[in-house]
């Protein structure tokens, strides 16, 4: 199952404020743009898919500067919205045609506060078979219905009442069906993609949402909110910024040539190894895993475990990097010093560079490989062996 995104944030937001401050997806909130703190979750869940924010054709520039401090923003695509939410929600169905997701999440960009378990919450009724699956909070206030007169005309049962919230989450195929078959039949007042689900006869589970996760509609919304985040900056001043180290060394023997890095340098020897012994890769994976406590390549990967044998290293560091984005991490930085007499690295390195940049799927500029020699001292001096030792910087924000 591959769950693709949905963000809508094509809308004014008119009860937001005066048009001179903008759209409210766009304003500011602890310091940042609401829309990129929404993206941001998304962008760290470890099971989002194709991503697709859908924006009216005037912000395009917006978009662009709200998101540009994001590591991943390049990872989420964007599509022109209608002149109604419905219309706009469609638009962005209609634009993970082609990509592979087979469910959809479709989010409000007005609620910032979404968190990682209410999401892994809602994947787990994907998971377990459900074709909708809306997160919803219990009415707690007393409703009264009132009327014309302006007097309160009765009291109504919250019983049984939710309050919806979103991502509200499909088959995909299901809810575009839906959406077409209501857009071909003029209908646009449907004012969630639930309440469409319901109408095209497609069974919705409710699961409980999250207080948190409110949606930002007045301007009183958004101060409070800012005015939340910069409370908790106060609180925790300090990011979670932690560092990994990893070293890793293989022996080398006769042969035709060494993989480093992904790269295949022709040689008079090569690395001696399990898999293909990219002593490189190795010692990035025990960097990343070491970020987040989660043991080391061999606790992953068994040396006497033959399914291994002469697999490449891409796999174990991916792997790797999985796991750190479940636990909430977002990579920095991957710097690799390999050590070793020979082949020569340096022709190689810019290729090296890019292969940690697609591996780890972060931009090449934060992807760094250096090499140097042992001055002819020790095992690798005597070319008996080549060394690698790794550094990963990982910034780790709490659901």
Not at 177 to 203: C, Q, V, Y
Request: with cysteine; hydrophobic share 40%.
């Amino acid at each position: 199952m591959t769950i693709g995104i949905v963000i809508v944030a094509a809308g004014r937001g008119e009860r937001a404020g005066s048009p001179q401050e903008g759209p409210k997806q766009y304003r500011s909130i602890g310091g940042r743009p609401v829309i990129a703190h929404t993206l941001e979750t998304f962008l760290n869940w470890h099971r989002s898919g194709p991503i697709v924010t859908v924006i009216h054709p005037d912000d395009e520039g917006l978009y662009a500067a709200s998101v540009s401090t994001l590591p991943r923003a390049k990872d989420a695509r964007t599509t022109f919205g209608g002149d109604t939410r419905q219309r706009s929600v469609f638009e962005g169905l209609r634009a993970l045609a082609g990509t592979g997701a087979t469910h959809v999440m479709i989010h409000d960009a007005a609620r910032p506060f979404i968190d990682l378990a209410l999401l892994d919450r809602i994947a787990a009724m994907l998971d377990a078979g459900h074709d909708g699956v809306l997160p919803a909070m219990p009415v707690a206030d007393t409703l009264k219905r009132g009327g014309a007169d302006g007097l309160v005309h009765e009291t109504v049962s919250r019983a049984g009442l939710y309050a919806a919230q979103t991502p509200q989450s499909f088959a995909l195929s299901e809810i575009r069906s839906a959406h077409e078959k209501a857009a071909a039949l003029r209908r646009d007042d449907f004012t969630d993609d639930a309440s469409i689900a319901e109408w095209a006869g497609l069974p919705v589970a409710l699961i409980e949402g999250s207080a948190d996760n409110i949606k930002l509609t007045v301007k009183r919304d958004i101060e409070m909110a800012d005015e939340r985040l910069s409370r908790q900056e106060q609180r925790s001043p300090l990011p979670d910024v932690r560092t990994g180290n990893g070293y890793d060394v293989h022996q080398l023997v006769p042969g035709d040539g060494v993989t480093l890095c992904g790269v295949f340098i022709p040689h008079d020897q090569k690395l001696s190894g399990h898999s293909d012994a990219d002593v490189a890769l190795h010692a990035l994976t025990d960097a990343l895993l070491a970020t987040c406590g989660a043991g080391d390549i061999g606790d992953h990967f068994p040396p006497s475990d033959m399914q291994w044998k002469g697999a490449p290293s891409r796999i174990f560091l991916e792997h790797a990097a999985r796991i750190v984005r479940e636990h909430g991490g977002t990579i920095m930085n991957a710097d690799v010093s390999l050590i070793a007499e020979a082949p020569k690295v340096g022709p190689h390195r810019e290729t090296m560079r890019r292969n940690l940049s697609e591996f780890l799927d972060i931009d090449m500029e934060r992807c760094s490989v250096k090499a140097t020699t042992n001055e002819t001292i020790g095992f690798v001096g005597r070319r008996e062996g080549i060394a690698a030792i790794a550094t990963a910087t990982v910034v780790y924000v709490k659901d």
